[in-house]
């Protein structure tokens, strides 16, 4: 990795997208890679996909899926961070992978080209306005092609210091609509597949090895041998998980896979059951 002028200062002025990028942290989608097997299966993604990712971070969806696959395609996100590190995960763990990783902004990116896939995962909720970005991604793709999806949404209410805690850590406000709410955002597509899953928090031996997992590889990625910023970035991961774990007790999620058709869009004519 490029040599960096590394500070407990810089670390914590981070805002959370950069620090995911900074640290390399596998930034997965709600269900990881129990999603994307759903997700691959159920749309019939296969060699001659070819799949667009709006907001990828460090790559995982695109990535995984292009291992899964043999799919090609493209990926971004408005973090530069991010996507540096998406390239060099792409390099290390998927090198065969046909994804190109660049630098974008998801509200105003444009491109002719049209794709069999576009995924967004949970990420749309990282946008101002969730449903425009949700109309945006749609714009991507080819008629009849699918829109991939996995939102949270509320079991029961989420507590005002939660909430609290999740705008500070996350920068934006957690999601804090019920199902129903979420859903209406894709009303103009085909649902053709759907889970509802639960959400279980992970103990503390299972947040403890994945913080040390991954900032232990941080620390070899830049050549970091300095206690305090190892124990820096430690904490500011741990407090990510723990409040991503105190969130997952007022949330589940659900896996979609949403097809758009021209001469449907953006109607409704199938019942929901």
Request: aromatic residues 14%; positive net charge; charged residues 25%.
């Amino acid at each position: 990795m490029k040599n960096k002028i590394i500070t407990e200062e810089f670390l914590n002025n981070l805002n959370y997208p950069d620090f995911v990028g900074f640290i390399n942290q596998w930034n997965v989608l709600p269900g990881a890679y129990s999603t994307l097997s759903k997700w691959s299966v159920f749309s019939r993604m296969n060699q001659d996909s070819k799949i667009l990712q709006v907001a990828c971070t460090t790559g995982f969806q695109s990535r995984e899926l292009a291992l899964l696959t043999n799919c090609v395609g493209k990926a971004f996100d408005l973090s530069d961070r991010a996507v540096e590190m998406a390239k060099y995960n792409k390099k290390l763990y998927a090198p065969d992978a046909k994804i190109e990783y660049f630098q974008a902004d998801g509200m105003k990116y444009e491109t002719k080209e049209k794709f069999s896939h576009v995924i967004v995962g949970a990420g749309v909720h990282f946008f101002p306005n969730p449903k425009e970005a949700v109309v945006k991604s749609t714009s991507f793709l080819k008629d009849g092609g699918y829109l991939l999806a996995s939102p949270f949404y509320i079991k029961k209410e989420v507590p005002k210091e939660c909430i609290e805690q999740s705008q500070k850590v996350f920068g934006i406000t957690p999601t804090i609509e019920d199902y129903k709410k979420i859903m209406w955002m894709y009303k103009d597509l085909e649902i053709i597949y759907e889970d509802k899953n639960e959400l279980i928090p992970e103990t503390e031996r299972e947040l403890k090895h994945y913080c040390e997992s991954t900032i232990i590889r941080t620390c070899e990625m830049y050549n970091i041998t300095d206690k305090n910023l190892y124990k820096t970035m430690y904490e500011r991961l741990m407090l990510i998980k723990k409040t991503t774990n105190w969130l997952r007790l007022y949330q589940n999620y659900s896996v979609l896979v949403l097809r758009y058709r021209k001469n449907v869009y953006p109607n409704r004519f199938v019942e929901l059951f």
